[in-house]
């Protein structure tokens, strides 16, 4: 009985380890496609690629002008997780230089189906 147990509890422990997804990286390098379609609430991994640092990088929810995230110098091969709330069209701006021209990449935040 103990070893039917012991079997159930290391089966179930696979089946949560695997259940941990690690979030998806999005690189800032503009070479994929755009927009890109992530869904809602799921971790995404922004990730500064260049051999340089990147200035003046926003988040912000297109037609509103409000800034959801701004980080002043995003430092090569530096990081972070975010997550969307709300679903719709996004934009990530960022300068190669200070004051410099913003490129931007656009993500479509859907609504995931539950299944």
């Keep these: 009985m103990r070893t039917i147990f012991f079997c159930l509890l290391l089966v179930l ?7 941990q997804a690690k979030p998806r990286m999005i690189s800032l390098d503009l070479s994929g496609q755009s927009p890109l ?4 609430n ?9 051999q340089t640092n990147l200035y003046d990088l926003t988040i912000t929810k297109p037609p ?11 430092i090569s091969g530096q990081s972070f997780i975010l997550a969307f709330s709300g679903v ?9 230089e200070k004051n410099a021209v913003q490129t931007c990449l656009n993500l479509d935040v859907l609504k995931r189906i539950a299944a």
């Excluded at 422990?13 to 259940?19: D, E, T």
């Excluded at 799921?42 to 260049?50: C, G, M, P, R, Y």
């Design 42 to 50: 799921s971790e995404i991994k922004v990730s500064n690629t260049f």
């Design 88 to 96: 719709g069209t996004y934009e990530i701006c960022f300068s190669k």
């Design 13 to 19: 422990g696979i089946f949560v380890s695997f259940g």
């Design 37 to 40: 379609t992530i869904y809602q």
């Design 64 to 74: 509103l002008p409000k800034e959801i995230l701004a980080v002043s110098e995003f």
